[in-house]
């Protein structure tokens, strides 16, 4: 069965940055997916944050363009999200899973705290 297991974050405060980071147990096609980092917000649904393709290719949706980068180690099956400058409504759960659409049940995800 496969496992996503979130870590990292913090509390920072605005302008500041983190990392979150997910390893994917017993995901034999890991190489062969394209993955995606998700966040949601208290009160708010769950949004794709950023993605990568199976060949590495990235992409971001504007509202973290430029702030956000992910990275994958297919060797590893490890998925990484490294915030920059961050904001305070980059406050949220951070959880990784396939993209465009989530098809794996969530992990419990990585609390990133941003105060203004």
């Known amino acids: 069965q496969v496992q996503l297991v979130e870590s990292g974050g913090g509390s920072v405060e605005a302008g500041e940055s983190l990392r979150v980071s997910c390893v994917i147990d017993?995901?034999?096609?890991?190489?062969?997916?394209?993955m995606g980092w998700y966040r949601q917000a208290p009160g708010k649904q769950r949004e794709l944050v950023a993605s990568?393709?199976?060949?590495?290719?990235?992409n971001y949706p504007d509202f973290v363009k430029d702030r956000f980068t992910i990275s994958r180690e297919n060797a590893r099956n490890t998925l990484t999200l490294n915030l920059n400058s961050l904001k305070f409504e980059d406050t949220g759960l951070y959880y990784c899973?396939?993209?465009?659409?989530?098809?794996?049940?969530w992990g419990q995800g990585a609390q990133v705290t941003v105060s203004s």
């Open positions: 899973n396939t993209a465009p659409v989530p098809f794996y049940s």
């Open positions: 017993n995901f034999e096609s890991f190489s062969a997916r394209a």
């Open positions: 990568i393709s199976k060949d590495g290719s990235t």
